[in-house]
């Protein structure tokens, strides 16, 4: 079965940590998304990446296709990185397969 | 910048009463999509759209469930005869020319089934 496994669920931080979020996949993908989910339930999509590393401000993601595992950084979190982080992946078809996310709380 | 817009915000309805979800997709955007997230759950796939024809659809996406342009701005999702375990956000989607690109969300319509 296709699944999409994200660790840890839940992560805490003091303002300032490296953050890593980690996601792992079962068979191959032709793309992978990661999206963070506000408070108030938005959606907005962050990367997609299908090998690779991108970097988008303090935000990098980096993909290992032989390993099917991805990573979310963030460097230098603060407050408002505050959110639910979402790996989804697509296995060659339309249909986009999400994890169950991680909650992530940045304390100042 | 071009965002996606969804309407209602919330809508709450009686069981199996049909609610149609509108959604404006991105003016230049030629694939859109539905997601569905029941509170505490995970974002589920429900149905992807282009050139005027569903192009994949999941098991969530039965026969109560419909989708349509009607016509060159709105995409609609109907769900025929409501039940309890549609309440849930939905959530409309688009890329731009193919599914291996960066979707853009809407905002999400809360539906409530009473």
């Known amino acids: 079965k296709n699944e999409v496994e994200q660790s840890p669920q839940n992560l805490t931080a003091q303002e300032g940590e490296f953050i890593t979020i980690n996601c792992s996949y079962s068979v191959g993908i032709s793309a992978l998304h990661w999206l963070q989910q506000h408070p108030g339930g938005g959606i907005v999509s962050l990367f997609m990446?299908?090998?690779g590393k991108k970097k988008h401000g303090r935000l990098i993601a980096t993909i290992n296709i032989q390993e099917k595992h991805s990573s979310l950084h963030i460097t230098a979190s603060h407050p408002r990185d505050s959110a639910v982080y979402i790996c989804a992946v697509l296995y060659n078809t339309d249909k986009l397969i999400f994890g169950t996310g991680t909650r992530l709380q940045v304390f100042p | 910048e071009p965002e996606v817009t969804q309407t209602p915000s919330h809508q709450v309805t009686q069981m199996g009463q049909e609610v149609i979800l509108r959604c404006v997709p991105i003016?230049?955007?030629?694939?859109f999509y539905w997601y569905r997230q029941i509170l505490g759950q995970k974002v589920e796939f429900l149905v992807s759209?282009?050139?005027?024809?569903?192009?994949?659809k999941s098991e969530i996406f039965d026969d109560q469930f419909s989708v349509e342009r009607p016509d060159g701005s709105n995409f609609t999702l109907k769900i025929r005869s409501t039940k309890l375990e549609d309440s849930a956000m939905y959530f409309c989607?688009?890329?731009?020319?193919?599914?291996?690109?960066?979707?853009?969300f809407g905002p999400g319509t809360r539906l409530l089934v009473l």
């Open positions: 759209f282009y050139n005027n024809e569903i192009s994949e």
């Open positions: 990446l299908s090998s």
């Open positions: 989607a688009s890329t731009p020319m193919t599914v291996q690109e960066t979707q853009y």
């Open positions: 003016s230049n955007h030629l694939y």
